[in-house]
């Protein structure tokens, strides 16, 4: 963690004082708060969207500026009395500028999900408002060239988004149908290479070519592998379209510099959204990154989809970003990726398959159906044994969106704790003991289920008692005692 165990002994009491004034209020809370601190503090915490904010982040959330509305931006509101909101945003949008070499930073998204709604909103309003159009409208319609209508039909016309697919790793957000984004726009899919499983740009390519989207979308939630984000712009210029990467997954390893030059995104990508509370190990909110160009439109993200923005959040993630310029953040980023190379490692050495045959990022999606299991039922089976993972779509998954055919692992939040490589590789040998000894029970037709099983005698007493091992050298907030 970024703070020394000195600082958690301080805070330490005054958590106890606040959760004794909860408890005077409502007492199921206080207690459902210790519970949660000591399930985490028990548990192999290996879900890749999750970390541990350190204790000076967590204090943040907890103050005064919750009470505050700030609609607009600084010194820009449809409220009096928010000189000091100002303030909060000024610092977190300067550290996020500094952090990521970005040219403009918007700090008011509540969520990842936000973030990318305002930026689909940003990049529409963009086209619309441009320079070039304000010159096609001056024109009578006989002046109108075949361009300028082919101009005017993409700008008004129903407007194409392309994105990774879900089952290849990327996020619901990127044009899913189910999801607002795959309704405000056409929507296209590109997914990675059947034997490789790998991105193929020259295929991608192609498919921007025939499809001429307005957003070409690059990220991920559950790609274990880097993107060359050069290659994504130059596709993007090919076809017109704006370049938006969602990083929230890899924020930490971009900020700590271990994705530089190519697979940086910042320098190449007009727009970036990101979470907050990933591999940033911030607070849960949101964050938007953009081009100059771009910023007045970002700014009109509230009200234009958002509601008014939450100022302790703000404050939180200007602390956060503040301990990511730090040469320690760097280190923690470079031990992610090294981590999770060890948990690829570990699980190849055991005989389990991996989506692409390992990582270079901070995720592992093992494929499951090797043990005869669902992604369902071998993350509940893992959980039996106090191994919190998610169950994650694989490509071209037989199995679909709920039942799965992999599980999601990620190294940020033990990393957090001070794993290392040999913890790593320890932890894939508890895995593959659970899913080595988990069998599916069989249906009424004699057919093996896809929710229920059944976990052999002795092995969650087992795994959890090498697990404690582990976690009790390793101790989450230490001198943090309610």
């Not at 529409?124 to 101009?151: C, F, G, Y």
């Not at 392309?162 to 990127?174: K, R």
């Not at 370049?243 to 530089?260: N, P, S």
């Not at 953009?290 to 100022?311: E, F, I, K, N, W």
Request: charged letters at 20%; hydrophobic letters at 40%; glycine letters at 8%.
């Amino acid at each position: 963690m970024t703070n020394p165990e000195a600082t958690n002994a301080e805070l330490a009491s005054a958590y106890r004082t606040i959760l004794s004034v909860v408890e005077r209020t409502e007492p199921r809370i206080a207690e459902a708060t210790r519970a949660e601190l000591a399930d985490q503090r028990s548990s192999l915490k290996l879900i890749a969207s999750e970390n541990y904010a350190s204790l000076p982040v967590l204090a943040t959330m907890g103050t005064w500026f919750s009470d505050k509305y700030a609609e607009g931006t600084v010194g820009h509101r449809f409220y009096a009395g928010c000189q000091n909101v100002d303030t909060v945003e000024a610092v977190a949008a300067e550290h996020a500028r500094e952090l990521f070499g970005a040219e403009y930073a918007y700090v008011q998204p509540h969520s990842g999900i936000d973030a990318n709604l305002v930026a689909y909103w940003a990049i529409l309003a963009q086209r619309i408002e441009s320079p070039a159009l304000q010159q096609l409208q001056a024109k009578t319609v006989n002046d109108l060239t075949e361009d300028d209508w082919e101009q005017l039909r993409r700008t008004f016309g129903e407007q194409k988004v392309m994105g990774m697919s879900l089952d290849a790793g990327g996020h619901l957000t990127h044009g899913f149908r189910h999801n607002i984004s795959g309704k405000m726009f056409h929507q296209r899919s590109y997914g990675t290479d059947p034997e490789t499983q790998l991105l193929d740009y020259d295929v991608l390519r192609e498919a921007a070519r025939e499809f001429k989207p307005l957003i070409l979308i690059a990220g991920y939630s559950a790609y274990p592998r880097r993107i060359n984000f050069a290659t994504m712009r130059e596709i993007a210029d090919e076809v017109g379209a704006t370049l938006l990467v969602d990083m929230a997954h890899f924020a930490g390893l971009v900020a700590g510099k271990v994705f530089t030059g190519d697979e940086d995104p910042v320098p190449h990508a007009h727009v970036v959204t990101t979470t907050t509370h990933k591999s940033l190990r911030g607070p849960r909110g949101g964050m938007v990154l953009a081009t100059s160009q771009y910023a007045p439109s970002v700014d009109r993200g509230c009200p234009m989809v958002l509601g008014g923005p939450l100022s302790h959040m703000m404050a939180a993630k200007a602390v956060a970003l503040a301990e990511a310029r730090t040469a320690e953040f760097q280190d923690y980023a470079q031990r992610v990726a090294d981590n999770a190379k060890a948990l690829a490692e570990g699980f190849l050495r055991r005989g389990a398959t991996l989506v692409t045959g390992g990582t270079d990022n901070h995720l592992v999606l093992v494929d499951v159906s090797g043990y005869g299991l669902t992604g369902r039922q071998a993350e509940s089976a893992l959980l039996d044994a106090g191994v919190v993972t998610n169950r994650n779509s694989v490509p071209r998954d037989p199995n679909g969106a709920w039942y799965t055919s992999g599980v999601r692992l990620g190294t940020p939040a033990l990393t957090s704790r001070g794993f290392g490589p040999d913890d790593f590789d320890a932890v894939a040998g508890l895995i593959v003991d659970v899913l080595s000894n988990t069998t599916p029970t069989v249906t009424a037709t004699g057919a093996p289920g896809k929710a229920k099983y059944t976990l052999g005698d002795g092995v969650a007493d087992r795994v959890k008692a090498a697990s404690a091992e582990m976690l009790d050298a390793h101790p989450l907030y230490p001198g943090l005692e309610l």
